[in-house]
């Protein structure tokens, strides 16, 4: 399903007092300085997706501050949406100072962040993900489980439950003299959402190397994905769900003593860890290039990308790339345009150089940003 930003406004968002952006539909490529407020306005999009978007901050960090030692204010963006022939208006900010909670309102209605899901799909990558085989896993599980949002909304509720549950039983342990029946119960909850945690990665991971195998051969490397994980590993093998669910619960409930011990589950979905393969080389995405490494990311991404985009009941992705030309030679910026517009996807680029954009003058709208200010140039 066809997706498309038409108009972009940011209230008292990072660096913008007020800004406001008329995209058409299209494309945009967005220059300028180092802190000249392109990466805010691509973090502004990620708002419209589940979790603290591409930065990982929090609701109450993203607001403006009109002095350092000032509170952040409360901020808004909004944005109007043409999606499967309709024009919707999607708002999304804090509604105190210092707020911590995300309101959202679509046309104008209290609606929820996932509701959003049905008509913007954000999916991005930016430099911090330039360390993302040589971090932890935790990284690469949170790249992961960012794919599998974009496909599957709803993971991320599972996500946050399954975390919770763990949390809270870990709490209970570490409290000595507790509820069995209780605890019990919480290992019953966190099982049943790590179960459908690993089932909806595993999907993922079946469709995404699916897509990379059909793929024409690029100037990309092309990625060999897998997950080490038990639970996962149990979902590719065809192990039903409720399976799953039973072992996860028999694996809490037989490591309680160990894991009251350790201060942490030491068995589950949250050990799991994304595995890449660049497959020319045979070589370990860790052990590869920083160049080859970010190659192999947005072999990922776009791959992705592609699956999304023929899906004909739910939108296609919107590409935010936040400084990603500057890492690719001119061959592969060409391709990475080429492809973007193959996929009739909407894209917001972001790079210092307005030279690194040359590829898409006339296929994209030209956005020059200097503090916090946005001219268009064409």
């Known amino acids: 399903m066809r997706s498309r930003i038409r108009r972009l406004t940011l209230t008292d968002y990072r660096s913008y007092a007020q800004a406001s952006l008329e995209t058409e539909g299209r494309s945009c490529f967005l220059f300028g300085p180092n802190g000249a407020g392109k990466t805010n306005l691509l973090e502004a999009i990620s708002q419209f997706s589940p979790g603290r978007g591409l930065r990982g901050a929090t609701a109450a960090e993203v607001g403006r501050k009109v002095s350092p030692s000032a509170e952040p204010r409360a901020w808004a963006v909004s944005a109007e949406i043409a999606a499967a022939e309709r024009t919707l208006r999607l708002g999304v900010g804090v509604q105190e100072a210092g707020g911590s909670r995300r309101a959202a309102r679509l046309d104008g209605q209290s609606a929820s962040v996932a509701a959003f899901a049905d008509y913007i799909r954000p999916l991005w990558l930016t430099p911090a993900l330039d360390r993302l085989f040589s971090g932890s896993a935790s990284e690469r599980r949170r790249f992961l489980d960012r794919l599998v949002f974009s496909a599957q909304p709803d993971h991320a509720f599972q996500v946050t439950l399954y975390e919770r549950a763990l949390r809270e039983r870990i709490r209970l342990l570490a409290g000595g003299a507790?509820?069995?029946?209780?605890?019990?119960?919480?290992?019953t909850q966190a099982a049943r959402a790590g179960a459908l945690v690993a089932m909806a990665r595993a999907g993922t991971?079946?469709?995404l190397a699916v897509e990379i195998a059909t793929r024409p051969e690029g100037p990309f490397p092309r990625a060999e994905i897998g997950l080490d994980g038990d639970w996962e590993a149990m979902a590719l093998a065809g192990v039903a769900a409720g399976e799953i669910e039973s072992r996860l619960a028999e694996a809490l409930a037989e490591g309680r003593s160990r894991d009251a011990a350790a201060g942490r589950a030491l068995r589950g979905p949250h050990r799991s860890d994304l595995a890449v393969i660049d497959h020319a080389s045979g070589r370990p995405?860790?052990?590869c290039s920083t160049g080859e490494q970010k190659a192999l990311i947005l072999n990922l991404i776009l791959a992705q990308a592609g699956r999304l985009s023929?899906?004909?009941?739910?939108?296609n992705p919107i590409l935010l790339l936040d400084e990603v030309a500057a890492h690719l030679d001119q061959v592969r910026r060409a391709a990475l345009f080429d492809e973007i517009e193959t996929l009739s996807l909407q894209a917001f680029l972001t790079g210092t150089d307005a030279s690194l954009f040359d590829a898409l003058h006339g296929r994209a709208l030209g956005i020059r940003v200097e503090a916090s200010s946005l001219a268009v140039v064409g």
Request: aromatic share 10%.
């Open 310 to 315: 023929r899906a004909i009941d739910a939108p």
């Open 178 to 187: 507790f509820d069995r029946a209780w605890l019990a119960a919480i290992e």
């Open 205 to 207: 991971i079946e469709a």
């Open 285 to 287: 995405a860790g052990e």
